[in-house]
């Protein structure tokens, strides 16, 4: 059975720390809709109904473009491990990027990563909570370092190009506001 909450208790913002991996849905008015898993440690709690996490350079720009039309966005946990339980966060998300006036100040929050191309601010109105009773146990055994090894491959002359051709636009032909330079 759910549980609803208007906020982001201390015991969920835990369990939130502890996760190794979350999942962010999106959807513009029309188009496709959007999920996508985040890892890495790429998210920070900064009070009872804002989360922010740092997003690193991929193949496509999705949760960009949609927010632009529609800033509705889910953010989803899930246990994998010990006691069963899945958090959805509901809310308002913008993203924010290099050269915004709040970049600074957002991307200091977390290490740094070669390839960071904005970080999404996340307004949380709805936390729930949910069984999980069908969600597997697996056993983490660490994050991935293709993303960081990929971006020091292309090098800042080379991510910018990429940005160009693959992050300014979603597959729906939806701009993402990437800059450009």
């Not at 992050?167 to 800059?179: A, E, M, R, V, Y």
């Amino acid at each position: 059975m759910a549980t609803q909450y208007e906020q982001i208790t201390e015991r969920l913002q835990r369990f939130i720390e502890e996760q190794q991996m979350f999942f962010v849905g999106t959807a513009a008015p029309d188009g496709r809709v959007n999920v996508s898993p985040k890892g890495l440690d790429s998210l920070r709690v900064l009070g009872a109904n804002r989360v922010v996490w740092l997003n690193g350079t991929g193949s496509g720009n999705e949760t960009a473009a949609h927010l632009l039309r529609n800033p509705r966005i889910t953010v989803m946990f899930c246990a994998f491990e010990g006691k069963p339980l899945i958090l959805r966060l509901y809310g308002t998300a913008r993203a924010v990027h290099d050269g915004d006036a709040d970049w600074d100040g957002l991307i200091g929050l977390f290490p740094p990563m070669r390839g960071a191309r904005n970080v999404f601010d996340v307004t949380v109105d709805l936390v729930q909570t949910s069984c999980g009773f069908g969600v597997p146990l697996y056993e983490y055994e660490g994050q991935r370092t293709l993303m960081d090894s990929w971006a020091g491959n292309k090098g800042d002359d080379g991510i910018e190009p990429y940005h160009r051709e693959r992050n300014t636009h979603s597959i729906d032909g939806f701009p993402t506001g990437i800059p450009v330079r």
